[in-house]
């Protein structure tokens, strides 16, 4: 059931790293798969394990309903990822929980630039921390799993050519500005993951990058 | 809106560290409150000030409809914290979200001994990780916000002796195993919190847990 999980065998594991948690795993996917095919049947084969992945992370068949994926964006994402690109998250949740990547996955919260970047513009110190990374050279794939203002800041790094972007997984959380932040990138040309409404989280996030990472691994294998 | 930041603003904050992320809790709380102060009216204001919290980490307002919290899991949860005991996770993600915490924090998942009593045991290795802490003397809150099979090791350890607990927080989610194992925390005499149904994760447990702290900071301040 974990995200949490080192993994080999790709897809069908989500995680599951044992006996025990490899049969867990499947049995998961054979309910999720019964709640939600119909909803996902228009999607292609790579959107349809991702939805899955966020389903059976969160045990709710209403992020069927409600993930929006640009048709680029499995492409795009998972050309980053086979190169190896950056990830950036907003939050260290969403870092801890992606753990089998061969790349990069940063989180500058934490960073001291970020606090007092925070303080003196008196922004979030999960905008800040965006900042920070587009300033560090970021390149690649970012996922926003939990405050709406770390992806505005992406909107708006972008709008001024000062971030680069293979894709973005934009599933914050929230009734204040999470809804409008989602659909904010989703008038952009940005590649994207979305969730509507105010629903969304670490799990999403997570999930989405552990099924590209998957994704990525069965296309070698 | 982060459950991922340190705070010193009690129980109002919800995890925001600037002026701007104040506002937006505040504002949140206020929507959160309006959609489920129905809902809530029979609880204690410590009972009321968690399910506000859930409900604000995951914009999912039915988590007030399915959070069952024992009589005696806040004064007992609050004894512990005060006191510093340790808060055993099941998955590094839901460590990784506490961090205001004075007390320890500790998760096995990623312990070589959890790895071999999984592999020679066939269990998952979040129900090996448990054992592993069993054995390393733990006693305090347990915090299970992903693997049922964690739970159900917990439930065992307790049933013969092996483990300390104050508290369990048995929010594990998905549709194999974690309903079931909710209901068996539900029929001991261990002061719980659950989620009832499929429903859960480590938003829930995170969210739970800094509740916690924080009515603890407020109860000293």
Same mark, same amino acid.
């Given at each position: 059931? /974990?995200?949490?999980?080192?993994?080999?065998? +790709?897809?069908?594991?989500?995680? =599951? /790293?044992?006996?025990?948690?490899?049969?867990?795993?499947?049995?998961?996917?054979?309910?999720?798969?019964?709640?939600?095919?119909?909803?996902? @049947?228009?999607?292609?084969?790579?959107?349809? /394990?991702?939805?899955?992945?966020?389903?059976?992370?969160? =045990?709710?068949?209403?992020?069927?309903?409600?993930?929006?994926?640009?048709?680029? $964006?499995?492409?795009?994402?998972?050309?980053?990822?086979?190169?190896?690109?950056?990830?950036?998250?907003?939050?260290?949740?969403?870092?801890?929980?992606?753990?089998?990547?061969?790349?990069?996955?940063?989180?500058?919260?934490?960073?001291?630039? =970020?606090?007092?970047?925070?303080? @003196?513009?008196? &922004?979030?110190? =999960?905008? +800040?921390?965006?900042?920070?990374?587009?300033?560090?050279? $970021?390149?690649? &794939?970012?996922?926003?799993?939990?405050?709406?203002?770390?992806?505005?800041?992406?909107?708006?790094?972008?709008?001024?050519?000062?971030?680069? *972007?293979?894709?973005?997984?934009?599933?914050?959380?929230? $009734?204040?500005?999470?809804?409008?932040? @989602?659909?904010? *990138?989703?008038?952009?040309?940005?590649?994207?993951?979305?969730?509507?409404?105010?629903?969304?989280?670490?799990?999403?996030?997570?999930?989405?990058?552990?099924? *590209?990472?998957?994704?990525?691994?069965?296309?070698?294998?």
């Amino acid at each position: 059931m /974990s995200e949490n999980n080192d993994s080999g065998k +790709a897809t069908i594991s989500m995680g =599951a /790293s044992t006996k025990q948690g490899y049969e867990i795993a499947e049995k998961s996917r054979e309910i999720v798969k019964s709640l939600i095919n119909a909803k996902t @049947k228009d999607l292609t084969p790579e959107e349809q /394990s991702i939805v899955e992945r966020i389903v059976h992370s969160t =045990a709710d068949p209403d992020y069927a309903d409600i993930t929006r994926i640009s048709k680029n $964006f499995v492409t795009e994402s998972l050309r980053a990822i086979d190169q190896e690109k950056d990830i950036l998250t907003d939050i260290n949740m969403v870092k801890t929980g992606i753990n089998s990547y061969s790349g990069r996955v940063d989180c500058y919260i934490r960073d001291e630039r =970020a606090v007092k970047i925070a303080k @003196k513009e008196g &922004i979030t110190r =999960a905008a +800040a921390a965006i900042r920070v990374a587009a300033q560090e050279g $970021f390149d690649g &794939i970012v996922a926003v799993g939990n405050a709406p203002t770390a992806l505005l800041e992406v909107l708006e790094l972008h709008k001024t050519g000062e971030i680069k *972007l293979n894709s973005v997984i934009g599933v914050p959380v929230g $009734f204040v500005g999470a809804a409008e932040s @989602k659909q904010a *990138l989703k008038q952009t040309e940005i590649p994207y993951i979305i969730t509507e409404g105010p629903k969304g989280g670490t799990p999403i996030a997570v999930a989405t990058v552990n099924s *590209l990472i998957n994704l990525n691994k069965g296309n070698k294998a």
